[in-house]
């Protein structure tokens, strides 16, 4: 898992890693967790529609991150790796377009972050599956290493409560399935 973000951000400020083991094969779990809603997450779903535009409740999480302003940096059968650019910390939500993963690899304005967000799953050896998630934020500069630092402070003891909730609901509706 942890290598699938090395070549987009090696060299993070904040790492973020959950995982969840469910009852069921990969596929049944990555299923599961694609039809998760932002509306089914009651924190992580109003957190995302606060600072991301344009989103909707019912709007699953796989399709927020192969939208604006995420990029898909790459995709497989069983994981999602997206990507965005910008000042994470301001209330203006006003994330650049980027074009694609070159320009993401490229990207350095002054007083930015860039964003990676992995996604995926895979088969445990007592045959049951994990689905994990990992986010990695690097700043461009001093000035942006700085403000992520005053906001993490703020953010970073509620991340655990608020990151891992899609994945619980994803291994539940998984086992039930």
């Known amino acids: 898992m942890t290598d699938v973000l090395d070549q987009w951000l090696p060299d993070p400020v904040i790492r973020s890693r959950h ?44 399709e927020l991150f192969r939208a604006y302003p995420f990029n898909v940096l790459e995709e497989s059968d069983e994981r999602l790796v997206s990507g965005l650019c910008g000042r994470i910390w301001t209330l203006a939500r006003d994330y650049p377009r980027l074009d694609g993963p070159g320009a993401f690899a490229e990207w350095d304005e002054g007083g930015t972050v860039r964003v990676a967000f992995a996604h995926g799953v895979e088969a445990l050896e007592d045959g049951r ?29 509620f991340e655990r409560l608020v990151g891992a ?13």
């Open 19 to 62: 995982r969840r083991a469910a009852e069921a094969t990969p596929e049944a779990l990555w299923e599961a967790a694609k039809s998760v809603r932002l509306e089914e997450t009651r924190r992580l779903g109003r957190l995302v529609g606060w600072r991301i535009p344009g989103v909707r409740g019912e709007q699953t999480y796989h």
């Open 129 to 157: 599956a994990e689905l994990w998630s990992e986010a990695r934020v690097q700043p461009v500069d001093t000035s942006a290493r700085l403000r992520l630092k005053a906001v993490w402070a703020v953010v970073g003891p």
């Open 165 to 177: 909730e899609p994945l619980a609901l994803a291994a539940r509706r998984a086992e039930t399935a």
